[in-house]
């Protein structure tokens, strides 16, 4: 199996759209669907994210899974975090998802 990079994940990325996705190419699993009806209750905004948002970061986590980034629309203190794995065929599963505090990944110094 093929180990992607960080910048092959935003090539990926960039290239999604309603045109070139199918359920085999974006999908999601049972724990996304559990754990987003719990925690953020609005797949739109999952998708609409993946597909037409600039994300504001991507780590890699482990073995051609990534954390990738978007800003929160309605909760400017928060960043939405979905975590994506990559297949050989370049397909994108949707691990999970949650928010996290914007101010871990943005840092305010004083001089």
């Given at each position: 199996?093929r180990d992607y990079?960080?910048?092959?994940?935003?090539?990926?990325?960039?290239?999604?759209?309603?045109?070139?996705?199918?359920?085999?190419?974006?999908?999601?699993?049972?724990?996304?669907?559990?754990?987003?009806?719990?925690?953020?209750?609005?797949?739109?905004?999952?998708?609409?994210?993946?597909?037409?948002?600039?994300?504001?970061?991507?780590?890699?986590?482990?073995?051609?899974?990534?954390?990738?980034?978007?800003?929160?629309?309605?909760?400017?203190?928060?960043?939405?975090?979905?975590?994506?794995?990559?297949?050989?065929?370049?397909?994108?599963?949707?691990?999970?998802?949650?928010?996290?505090?914007?101010?871990?990944?943005?840092?305010?110094?004083?001089?």
């Amino acid at each position: 199996m093929r180990d992607y990079s960080v910048n092959e994940v935003d090539l990926i990325l960039k290239n999604l759209d309603e045109t070139n996705i199918d359920e085999d190419f974006l999908r999601d699993t049972k724990h996304v669907v559990y754990s987003n009806n719990y925690r953020n209750k609005d797949f739109n905004l999952i998708y609409d994210s993946l597909l037409y948002k600039q994300h504001v970061g991507i780590l890699k986590s482990n073995y051609n899974s990534f954390k990738i980034f978007y800003e929160h629309p309605l909760k400017k203190s928060k960043d939405l975090c979905i975590v994506i794995g990559i297949n050989d065929n370049r397909g994108v599963k949707i691990i999970t998802t949650y928010l996290e505090n914007k101010e871990k990944r943005v840092r305010t110094y004083e001089r």
